[in-house]
């Protein structure tokens, strides 16, 4: 690093205290240096801009939509007016986003090039790949940070992957074209939906096999693990979404929604998110272009948000007051303030949004 040498005060003044070189009056040896403390200030803040740290990669509140057809990941910052900051590049189809370490990284996976992009959230770029099996769509880090699970949808298998070197530790069959992925907190069990058998996949890591299938809706996508032991699927063809007893692991009921004006085979659920508190779970209803707020205690709907076409992906601000819905057919983002229960403004976005997360 070079070393800067900062002026005295009698060089900064010129002549004013006799010819350079000249030593200073007792006076005005005395007298802070402020140009000096000026210079060094501006000196360490220029350092702190350009090193990536913690401090800088905390706290954003930046909001990422992946989209499969313009291959990037925008951000967009709701502390500028939701102005767009960045476009990231990524690997060809990327979907599923997760935070990792401490939301100091974001990985990607990106379906057609058989890898999950690392990006650095400090700097806003890809920085590392960890490869995959055939066609990565969905995924979950374990517990404790260590392992992916993916979801290898042209592979049908979902692999364990260990990330201190990257290696496929482990790799479970499953049914055809395997996508949504939940793991318990404690780690022992994997559930993975399989979309054309119409199946949730019961993994116990410990025996590292396959023990139970569970028969749900047609085309099962996402999972919500709630606190209260059940396992909300998205059947996206059924318009529905099943409840599974997680202590039987039987279904226990399958809730429908058909908003206003619609019918319900307009609903195609995929995207799934919950409060904090698991009082409160939101359903995005694909081609019925609405959102649905659910009461998970009584099941039933508060409320039907409009939002934009084909409503895919959500996520809830760390403060829960707005919720981000990506709309994969108009290509946009709906903001929705949650406790109006209303959207309040959409945000053009890339072609065919997949995917939002929101940095804490």
């Not at 592979?155 to 530790?169: H, P, T």
């Not at 299938?213 to 996402?222: L, N």
């Not at 396992?231 to 997680?246: A, P």
């Not at 996520?315 to 949650?338: F, H, M, R, W």
Request: net charge negative; proline share 6%; hydrophobic share 40%.
């Amino acid at each position: 690093m070079a070393h800067f040498r900062t002026p005295s005060a009698a060089q900064s003044r010129g002549l004013a205290n006799g010819p350079a070189g000249a030593h200073p009056t007792k006076a005005s040896a005395c007298r802070p240096d402020w140009h000096h403390w000026r210079v060094l200030a501006a000196f360490v803040l220029l350092i702190c801009t350009l090193l990536p740290g913690q401090a800088l990669a905390r706290g954003t509140g930046y909001v990422f939509v992946s989209h499969e057809k313009a291959n990037n990941v925008v951000v967009v910052d709701p502390k500028q007016d939701y102005k767009i900051v960045k476009w990231i590049q990524t690997s060809h189809r990327p979907r599923d986003m997760k935070f990792h370490d401490n939301h100091k990284q974001l990985f990607v996976a990106c379906g057609d090039d058989d890898v999950i992009d690392v990006i650095d959230v400090a700097t806003l770029s890809v920085v590392d790949h960890i490869p995959t099996g055939a066609s990565p769509e969905m995924f979950q880090l374990s517990a404790d940070d260590s392992k992916l699970y993916v979801s290898n949808e042209e592979g049908s298998s979902v692999q364990e992957i260990n990330l201190a070197d990257k290696i496929i530790s482990r790799e479970f069959p499953t049914g055809a074209e395997p996508e949504g992925i939940a793991v318990t907190p404690d780690g022992k069990t994997v559930y993975v939906t399989s979309e054309a058998s119409d199946l949730v996949h019961v993994i116990d890591t410990a025996a590292g096999a396959v023990t139970d299938d569970i028969v749900v809706g047609t085309r099962p996508r996402r999972f919500l693990l709630l606190p209260n032991n059940e396992l909300w699927i998205s059947n996206e063809l059924s318009g529905g979404v099943s409840v599974i007893d997680r202590a039987t692991n039987k279904v226990s009921t399958t809730l429908k929604f058909v908003p206003p004006g619609l019918r319900l085979n307009d609903v195609t659920p995929v995207g799934m998110t919950e409060t904090k508190d698991g009082k409160v779970a939101i359903i995005a209803l694909g081609h019925a272009n609405h959102v649905a707020f659910v009461d998970t205690a009584t099941r039933k709907v508060k409320s039907y948000v409009l939002v934009g076409k084909r409503a895919w992906g959500v996520a809830l601000s760390p403060d829960e007051s707005t919720l981000y819905v990506a709309n994969g057919l108009s290509d946009d983002l709906t903001i929705v303030d949650t406790a109006k229960l209303k959207a309040v403004r959409t945000i053009p976005v890339g072609r065919v949004p997949h995917t939002v997360v929101v940095d804490d």
